[in-house]
C-alpha cells in the first residue's frame, strides 16, 4: 500500500488542485496540466515531463521535455535537466551540477532524437558542480563527491569522487561512510547493518 502523503505533500496537493491525478497508486503532477501549475512554479517544467509530488526546485533551474522527477527530489540552485534523464524517489542533485544528453556535440550537427539516457537510482546523492556524463546510471544510494566528473556506471551504495570518478568506498542510506569488517557495518546514524558480497551492498537488518 502507498505510504500516508507527507506534510509537504499535503501542501503540494492543495496548491495544485486539478493537476493531482492517480497513477498507479504514485501522486504525481503532469507538468503544464494547468495554468495554475505553470503560475505557481519557479522553473521551467514542459509538457511532457513528470514531476511528482514532495519535489523541492531551487532557482535558475530548468527541467526539459521527457525528464521524469520521482517523489521527493531535491534539486538545488543552477541545475538544468536535460531531456534523456530520469531520477528515482528522493533523489539529491547539489547546486551547478550538470547532465549531459549527447557524447558529441556539434553546433553545426543536429542531434535531436539521439539523446543518451541517465537514470539516477532512488537516494542517490550528486554534489555540487560534478558532471555525470550521459549514457551512464547512478546506482541507488550512490554518492557522487562534489565536483566529480561520472564517466561510468556507478554502483548502488557507492562513493565517487575526482576527475575522472572513482570509487574511494560505500556509503549508507543516511549518507555516512560504511566501514566493512569481514563484510558487515553499522550505520552509526541509523544503526542498519550492511553486507558487502560480490562487490555489491545490501541491507541485512533495519
Known sequence: PSRPDTPQEQFWKGAFGDAYTERNDNRRLQAGATARLARILAHTAPIG????????????CVIFPKVVLGRNVKI???VSVYTGVTCDDDVFLGPSCVFTNVTNPRSAVNRRGQYSR?????????????????GHN????????AGAVVTKDVPAYA???????????????????????ENKAI????????????????????
Open 76 to 78: 538545488q540552485n543552477n
Open 118 to 134: 541517465t537514470h539516477v537510482g532512488q537516494g542517490a546523492t550528486i554534489g555540487a558542480n560534478a558532471t555525470i556524463v550521459c
Open 138 to 145: 547512478i546506482g541507488e544510494y550512490a554518492f557522487i563527491g
Open 49 to 60: 515531463s513528470v514531476i511528482e509530488f514532495g519535489c523541492n526546485i531551487g532557482q535558475n
Open 187 to 206: 550505520c552509526p546514524e541509523s544503526g542498519w547493518e550492511y553486507q558487502l558480497q560480490d562487490g555489491k551492498v545490501s541491507v541485512v537488518q533495519s
Open 159 to 181: 562513493l565517487v569522487i575526482g576527475n575522472p570518478a572513482k570509487q574511494t568506498g560505500w556509503m549508507s542510506q543516511h549518507g555516512h561512510r560504511l566501514n566493512f569488517k
